[in-house]
């Protein structure tokens, strides 16, 4: 079945609240969205929403890219062939994740509708549901408490809690959300590279009574051999995320003594299904839990990473809440979401409908 047109548009989704992490404020996130129709009708969808602080792509490269004379040269090419397609997209487009993102996404979704079977069917289903935590921003302690208890109302049981800008503060905030939920949320940690090996000394030492489950990524990119100088049990509950960004990152981080005992895998910073699958794999063999996290993204693109992360059996957490601060987007459906817990619809391809 052959490619009949590929087209690419962006669009700026507006977010329902703005949030603070440890670098900046954002109220609002662009979008760039990649159509492949196939001779038959079907149409598949991709989406990337890169960040350029951490990949160095913008969305305006990432929209010129998919706007470009070579993707119009894929146009009559098998969509059976959408591996070869992708490794020739990459080779193309090397250390561009989002392009990479939005054309992987869009051919697996159109295989799979092509075949019938939704994209995790095809490489295995091993996870049928898991609960996501959503996130609270750098705020005052009496606003922490307030967001919590909007997401503890809406069923939701894990708090993933942005940190970073001053220990004492972050830890203020943690001991008072399990001073005032107990334990009914699990608490996560995400400090955005905002501490010093001093500074998370000193919120691991002050925490230490509020059963944090995870920590992702304390200190700056490159700095991730000081993380050596803490116990092994402290860094099995360390999340790699900015500084793992392919699979050559990943055999980096699997070496010993490894630094994380967690993956943080965002189709964004890897480029897409295919990679994140080789990032899952490296992971596996190396006895590294995965944790699946988004930036401010479209449906699409979390969806599709709901899929790869359900077919992965070493997947034990999920962070797929960037949709949900969505004012608006451009698709419904693909995932079902009840108490926190996600699970995928079931149809064909990522299961998504276009508005």
């Not at 969305?59 to 969509?79: K, M, N, P, W």
């Not at 996870?127 to 005052?140: F, N, Y």
């Not at 055999?251 to 480029?271: A, D, H, R, S, Y």
């Amino acid at each position: 079945m052959k490619i009949r047109s590929i087209h690419a548009f962006r669009k700026n989704l507006a977010l329902s609240k703005p949030y603070t992490i440890a670098r900046h404020t954002v109220t609002d996130v662009e979008n760039i969205f990649l159509e492949i129709q196939l001779e038959n009708g079907i149409l598949g969808l991709g989406s990337a929403s890169p960040a350029e602080e951490v990949v160095g792509e913008t969305c305006e490269q990432t929209f010129q890219h998919c706007s470009s004379s070579y993707f119009q040269a894929l146009v009559g090419r098998d969509i059976r062939h959408f591996k070869q397609l992708i490794d020739e997209v990459n080779i193309q487009f090397p250390n561009l994740p989002g392009t990479q993102a939005a054309f992987d996404i869009a051919v697996h979704d159109a295989f799979g509708q092509y075949l019938g079977i939704p994209v995790v069917e095809f490489y295995g289903q091993k996870i049928q549901a898991l609960p996501t935590s959503v996130t609270i921003g750098i705020m005052s302690v009496e606003e922490t408490i307030q967001e919590a208890k909007q997401f503890k109302d809406l069923g939701f049981r894990i708090l993933k809690v942005k940190t970073g800008h001053d220990p004492e503060e972050d830890i203020a905030r943690i001991l008072k959300l399990r001073e005032r939920f107990k334990q009914h949320f699990k608490i996560r940690v995400d400090a955005n590279q905002g501490y010093s090996l001093s500074d998370l000394n000193s919120f691991l030492s002050g925490t230490q009574s509020a059963d944090i489950e995870l920590i992702e990524q304390p200190l700056l990119v490159g700095k991730e051999s000081e993380l050596l100088n803490l116990h092994t049990s402290t860094r099995k509950i360390l999340v790699a995320d900015e500084c793992l960004k392919s699979p050559k990152y990943a055999l980096k981080l699997t070496q010993e003594p490894q630094p994380f005992g967690v993956f943080n895998i965002k189709l964004m910073k890897c480029g897409g299904i295919r990679s994140a699958l080789e990032i899952a794999n490296i992971a596996q063999n190396a006895s590294i839990d995965l944790f699946w996290g988004c930036n401010d993204e479209s449906i699409v693109s979390i969806t599709a990473a709901l899929h790869v992360a359900f077919a992965c059996p070493n997947t034990r957490y999920l962070d797929l809440d960037g949709s949900f601060d969505l004012a608006e987007d451009i698709v419904s459906g693909g995932f079902l979401l009840k108490d926190g817990c996600m699970e995928l619809s079931g149809k064909p391809g990522l299961g998504i409908a276009k508005f």
